[in-house]
């Protein structure tokens, strides 16, 4: 797992951040064993408290759960997950109102233009294909 750390939030912040796109994505699975604390700070060359903090704060959110000595896994619980993408639905739909706001753009345009980058197939990088 790699991570590209800004310097504006928490390091913690982000791999919590990160963890919750992979599990929206389906990169991480319910019930998905996750990475010990050592080894995901080893893979992000990050402190073992860092790793330790945010699994806290995923355990906190209902999202990791970890029974006894076994290794921490994914909820699989429905409702936890329904809730987190919903979530994360809403934040990219405020970020995004957010920008183009200042555009002066009608809601039916935006709609069109979101419809058809939603149905156009994209490539490896992202990019709608030609």
Known sequence: MAVLFNKRDPIYLQVVQNL?????????????????????????????????RAYKEMEDEGLLYTEGNLPSRIT????VLRTLKQSMIQQAVDEFVSAITSIHVSPEEVLQLVKEKLTKPTN?????NA
């Not at 050592?38 to 990050?46: P, S, W, Y």
């Not at 699989?76 to 409702?79: A, T």
């Not at 490896?124 to 709608?128: L, V």
């Open 76 to 79: 699989e619980n429905k409702d």
């Open 20 to 52: 919750k796109q992979k599990i929206v994505s389906g990169a991480l699975q319910p019930g998905q064993e996750v990475p010990s604390r050592r080894e995901l700070a080893n893979q992000l060359k990050i402190n073992p408290n860092t790793v330790q």
């Open 124 to 128: 490896k990088g992202g990019q709608p």
